[in-house]
């Protein structure tokens, strides 16, 4: 297997101005030629640009402010790279969306944003930028998701589903790019909080994981060009052993999940749904 192209190369990522994406940023500048950080709010990202360069002088970092949700944008955003004579060695897909709700009770502008984020934009952007990489024989793809796409999950019927479509569209393309230089991974971490973040507390110690520490487990699995990385030794386990649970199992504690969240009266008609934190952040990428 060829060593990614990251030493040294370029790397575009998706939703970088929080959760994991600017953890995978903060540990990619010591090593790549070029970051190109990707997020709806330029401001957004430019507290991590100014951190980035403070530290790494010599690291080209480029700020691109595009709703990749958007299919414009990212003819925009890609039109924008190639203006710049920018080549992107490694794409990183984290813009991820979901929200906690019965399906029949979110607006449909709600289930198409999902939609949309977690399963059109990274379907798109590794459609533009996978031939290229194949072209040269080196590159990679990195898919952050959720251990959602393990769960039968009453109250965010649609995030797990688009993260089945994520873990079933990276083991496909895996095997299509096969012995040709590309490595295609998906990390599926579990809820993740910053430390002090409300809702650390419900978590057990076994499944406390750090978003940095999530993002350096997530990072080496893809660099050992593993098709699934799940951080977290206690998240790890448990993802290792649903998928021996009967499927009957599996509704009946999707079934106590939801008496849970109708006890919690989340979703009482009329009321907001409840953000759901994904990809290591307390609100949507």
Do not use: C
């Given at each position: 297997?060829?060593?990614?192209?990251?030493?040294?190369?370029?790397?575009?990522?998706?939703?970088?101005?929080?959760?994991?994406?600017?953890?995978?940023?903060?540990?990619?500048?010591?090593?790549?030629?070029?970051?190109?950080?990707?997020?709806?709010?330029?401001?957004?990202?430019?507290?991590?640009?100014?951190e980035l360069l403070l530290h790494y002088p010599t690291l080209g970092v480029l700020v691109e402010s595009h709703d990749v949700c958007d299919?414009?944008?990212?003819?925009?955003?890609?039109?924008?790279?190639?203006?710049?004579?920018?080549?992107?060695?490694?794409?990183?897909?984290?813009?991820?969306?979901?929200?906690?709700?019965?399906?029949?009770?979110?607006?449909?502008?709600?289930?198409?944003?999902?939609?949309?984020?977690?399963?059109?934009?990274?379907?798109?952007?590794?459609?533009?930028?996978?031939?290229?990489?194949?072209?040269?024989?080196?590159?990679?793809?990195?898919?952050?998701?959720?251990?959602?796409?393990?769960?039968?999950?009453?109250?965010?019927?649609?995030?797990?589903?688009?993260?089945?479509?994520?873990?079933?569209?990276?083991?496909?393309?895996?095997?299509?790019?096969?012995?040709?230089?590309?490595?295609?991974?998906?990390?599926?971490?579990?809820?993740?909080?910053?430390?002090g973040t409300e809702g650390t507390e419900s978590l057990a110690p076994f499944f406390h994981l750090s978003l940095e520490r999530c993002a350096?487990?997530?990072?080496?699995?893809?660099?050992?060009?593993?098709?699934?990385?799940?951080?977290?030794?206690?998240?790890?386990?448990?993802?290792?052993?649903?998928?021996?649970?009967?499927?009957?199992?599996?509704?009946?504690?999707?079934?106590?999940?939801?008496?849970?969240?109708?006890?919690?009266?989340?979703?009482?008609?009329?009321?907001?749904?409840?953000?759901?934190?994904?990809?290591?952040?307390?609100?949507?990428?």
């Open positions: 297997m060829r060593p990614l192209p990251i030493d040294q190369g370029t790397v575009l990522i998706i939703g970088a101005a929080r959760g994991i994406g600017r953890e995978l940023a903060r540990l990619l500048a010591r090593r790549v030629r070029t970051l190109v950080l990707v997020d709806r709010e330029a401001q957004a990202l430019e507290p991590l640009r100014e299919p414009r944008q990212v003819d925009a955003l890609l039109a924008s790279l190639g203006a710049q004579f920018v080549r992107v060695d490694v794409l990183v897909n984290n813009a991820s969306e979901g929200d906690q709700g019965l399906y029949a009770q979110e607006g449909w502008a709600r289930v198409e944003a999902m939609l949309r984020a977690n399963v059109w934009a990274p379907a798109l952007l590794t459609h533009r930028l996978l031939k290229p990489m194949l072209e040269r024989g080196r590159g990679g793809i990195l898919n952050i998701g959720s251990g959602a796409a393990q769960l039968i999950l009453p109250g965010s019927a649609t995030f797990a589903a688009t993260q089945r479509f994520l873990d079933g569209f990276t083991e496909a393309l895996r095997l299509e790019v096969e012995g040709q230089g590309v490595t295609v991974t998906r990390v599926a971490p579990g809820p993740l909080w910053e430390a350096r487990e997530a990072l080496a699995g893809f660099e050992r060009g593993e098709a699934l990385v799940y951080p977290g030794l206690g998240h790890r386990w448990v993802m290792r052993l649903l998928p021996m649970l009967p499927r009957g199992l599996k509704r009946s504690l999707g079934r106590m999940a939801l008496r849970s969240l109708r006890r919690e009266a989340l979703l009482l008609p009329g009321q907001a749904p409840k953000t759901l934190p994904l990809s290591g952040e307390p609100s949507p990428a």
